[in-house]
């Protein structure tokens, strides 16, 4: 377990892990923790607006199984918005937990202080973008006091979903904003006011969507069982074992004993993509590994070494991936 102290100057701690290292900087308001561990490697981005919206961005790779708690006055303000655009992650919020799948707006509202904590599975991509605030206060000060609320926002307002975690798909508005937050490279004043109209851009579009969409997760959200997940993982194993004659989903559903729907689902919240586009970068990556490292190989060998029948398709393909012809290579 590893705990985020929101404060002054964020502090990241693990009583079990001894390898733990973090490196703190700090401009403008903004720290930015570069961690190093046993379990992780990456940073945790952390600032407030001057309305009181607090941010905290998450890039992260996890090597092995990572429970994270954030505590702090920070961690218990209550509209919390989680914009994930890595892989799947499991919350602990409202008393219950929740699978936050890739490419997903997840919107938790609570009344009530509560920690936040979310578990990661091995070999698991974050990159995450968490935004909190006290609702109430952000309607009352960005508000006419005599206007009269839109029905959702007075909903919100009133409690009306405090017991449910409400998901929407991610627009290309919301991860052009996320990429922004996490790409941004300047400094100082200029980095920092970005930041907050990027954080209050996210804020507003979360409002704008407050009780429109389903499905909403309620407090029994389903989270795929340990022997789901290693069926999944010996998935992904399969794949880059055989990828250039993989077996087919219904296949592959039976040889890890799990239905289709089940496979499919929970590959790509583990994964964040289909087993179809997790394929592709496998036999991309040692396409390019053969025309690299090899160097004695045709561009038609390669394509029906990874398991295409056209090698027409497999430039194609491979100049999708990596912006470039494999003739570049070959």
Same mark, same amino acid.
């Given at each position: 377990?590893?705990?985020?102290?929101?404060?002054?100057? /964020?502090?990241?701690?693990?009583?079990?892990?001894?390898?733990?290292?973090?490196?703190?900087?700090?401009?403008?308001?903004?720290? #930015?923790?570069?961690?190093?561990?046993?379990?992780?490697?990456?940073?945790?981005?952390? !600032? #407030?607006?001057?309305?009181?919206?607090?941010?905290?961005?998450?890039?992260?790779?996890?090597?092995?199984?990572?429970?994270?708690?954030?505590?702090?006055?920070?961690?218990?303000?209550?509209?919390?918005?989680?914009?994930?655009?890595?892989?799947?992650?499991?919350?602990?919020?409202?008393?219950?937990?929740?699978?936050?799948?890739?490419?997903?707006?997840?919107?938790?509202?609570?009344?009530?202080?509560?920690?936040?904590?979310?578990?990661?599975?091995?070999?698991?991509?974050? *990159?995450?973008?968490?935004?909190?605030?006290?609702?109430?206060?952000?309607?009352?000060?960005?508000?006419?006091?005599?206007?009269?609320? /839109?029905?959702?926002?007075?909903?919100? *307002?009133?409690?009306?979903?405090?017991?449910?975690?409400?998901?929407?798909? =991610?627009?290309?508005?919301?991860?052009?904003?996320?990429?922004?937050?996490?790409?941004?490279?300047?400094?100082? =004043?200029?980095?920092?006011?970005?930041?907050?109209?990027?954080?209050?851009?996210?804020? +507003?579009?979360?409002?704008?969507?407050?009780?429109?969409?389903? $499905?909403?997760?309620?407090?029994?959200?389903?989270?795929?069982?340990? #022997?789901?997940?290693?069926?999944?993982?010996?998935?992904?194993?399969?794949?880059?074992?055989?990828?250039?004659? $993989? /077996? =087919?989903?219904?296949? =592959?559903?039976?040889?890890?004993?799990?239905?289709?729907?089940?496979?499919?689902?929970?590959?790509?919240?583990?994964?964040?993509?289909?087993?179809?586009?997790?394929?592709?970068?496998?036999?991309?990556?040692?396409?390019? !590994?053969?025309?690299?490292?090899?160097?004695?190989?045709?561009?038609?060998?390669?394509?029906?070494?990874?398991?295409?029948?056209?090698?027409?398709?497999?430039?194609?393909?491979? *100049?999708?991936?990596?912006?470039?012809? /494999?003739?570049?290579? +070959?």
């Amino acid at each position: 377990m590893y705990t985020f102290h929101f404060d002054k100057e /964020p502090i990241l701690g693990s009583e079990l892990d001894t390898a733990l290292t973090c490196n703190l900087l700090t401009d403008c308001d903004i720290s #930015k923790m570069e961690v190093s561990a046993e379990s992780m490697d990456g940073s945790f981005t952390y !600032s #407030k607006t001057a309305d009181n919206i607090y941010y905290l961005f998450v890039e992260l790779q996890v090597h092995k199984d990572v429970n994270l708690c954030f505590k702090g006055d920070a961690s218990r303000k209550g509209m919390r918005l989680f914009y994930n655009m890595g892989g799947c992650i499991s919350l602990k919020l409202l008393e219950n937990k929740h699978a936050l799948a890739s490419e997903n707006l997840y919107i938790g509202m609570s009344k009530s202080p509560e920690n936040l904590s979310i578990a990661i599975s091995e070999n698991t991509s974050v *990159k995450l973008v968490l935004i909190q605030t006290d609702f109430t206060e952000l309607v009352e000060d960005n508000f006419c006091v005599n206007a009269s609320l /839109p029905t959702n926002i007075s909903k919100a *307002k009133d409690g009306f979903y405090n017991k449910f975690v409400q998901k929407k798909a =991610l627009n290309g508005q919301m991860r052009d904003l996320i990429n922004k937050c996490l790409t941004n490279d300047q400094t100082g =004043l200029e980095r920092k006011m970005n930041l907050e109209a990027h954080c209050k851009e996210l804020t +507003a579009l979360a409002i704008g969507t407050i009780g429109k969409y389903k $499905p909403t997760y309620d407090n029994t959200a389903a989270i795929l069982t340990n #022997k789901e997940r290693e069926a999944i993982h010996a998935v992904a194993k399969i794949l880059e074992e055989e990828f250039n004659n $993989p /077996p =087919l989903q219904t296949e =592959l559903a039976r040889e890890v004993g799990l239905n289709l729907n089940k496979m499919t689902s929970g590959f790509k919240l583990i994964y964040g993509q289909t087993i179809n586009k997790y394929l592709l970068k496998v036999r991309m990556s040692k396409a390019k !590994s053969l025309l690299v490292i090899e160097n004695d190989f045709t561009v038609g060998e390669v394509a029906e070494a990874v398991g295409f029948s056209h090698a027409s398709y497999f430039i194609k393909k491979f *100049k999708e991936s990596y912006g470039e012809t /494999p003739g570049v290579y +070959a």
